[in-house]
């Protein structure tokens, strides 16, 4: 079981919006805001997608976006496109073990 | 362009010591980051493991750190990862990523598969 809860899967038609959420405790993404999300597609390297809960790195799209609300953290994406099919994962310091991370959610574009 | 590779055995015994290298190019190990090993058990999330400065200074994840040792190479620009007494749980993906600042991975090598397996 992993230390942050994300759902397994979430779906959206091409141009549509969805959110993932990732919710955590007290010793993690609620008092820290070192959230990052990663998208990863199987067999390559995972991709900073958010970093600082809602920062954005060079070069990543600006129709991703991340915000947080007590312990639970969300990544957003707008306008899906078909190359947004990837499993995303969620990440926070933790005064408990450094770094945790969430279970992974799977992206399906319809 | 910051780029790791992952290399080592693809199959470890039970009870043996998984042990993997991370080289690094494109960038120095001796900057200003912190070199990550994380992993992923087929079907479930990330699991960070550890983590090494330049200067060999080192943080491991509390539910590894009896069996984690990860140390640095500067000569060679790669750190590596040993984890003891494995077994079947410690089949995984392995990642080595670069940490910029806090729980924050912005370059990752591809993955390596370590099964435990008799």
């Known amino acids: 079981q992993s230390a942050l809860t994300q759902p397994a899967s979430v779906s959206g038609s091409p141009g549509q919006s969805i959110t993932i959420s990732c919710t955590g405790t007290?010793?993690?993404?609620?008092?820290?805001?070192?959230v990052s999300w990663y998208q990863h597609h199987p067999g390559k390297a995972p991709k900073l997608m958010i970093y600082?809960?809602?920062k954005r790195p060079s070069g990543v799209s600006t129709r991703f976006s991340g915000s947080k609300s007590g312990n639970t953290a969300s990544l957003a994406i707008s306008g899906l496109q078909a190359e947004d099919e990837a499993d995303y994962y969620c990440?926070?310091?933790?005064?408990?073990?450094?770094?945790?991370f969430g279970g992974g959610t799977k992206l399906t574009v319809l | 362009q910051v780029q790791l590779q992952e290399s080592g055995p693809g199959l470890v015994k039970p009870s043996g010591t998984l042990s993997l290298t991370c080289a690094v190019s494109g960038g120095s190990i001796s900057s200003t980051n912190w070199w990550n090993w994380v992993r992923q058990p087929p079907g479930k999330g990330l699991e960070w493991i550890g983590e090494?400065?330049?200067?060999?200074?080192?943080n491991y994840n509390p539910s590894l750190k009896s069996r984690v040792t990860i140390s640095v190479d500067k000569s060679k620009n790669q750190f590596s990862l040993t984890l003891s007494s494995v077994t079947a749980a410690d089949t995984a993906v392995y990642y080595c990523a670069r940490a910029s600042q806090v729980a924050v991975f912005d370059y990752w090598g591809q993955g390596t598969l370590v099964t435990v397996s008799s």
């Open positions: 090494i400065y330049q200067s060999g200074t080192t």
């Open positions: 990440g926070s310091y933790s005064s408990i073990s450094d770094v945790v």
């Open positions: 007290s010793s993690d993404v609620g008092t820290y805001n070192y």
């Open positions: 600082d809960v809602s």
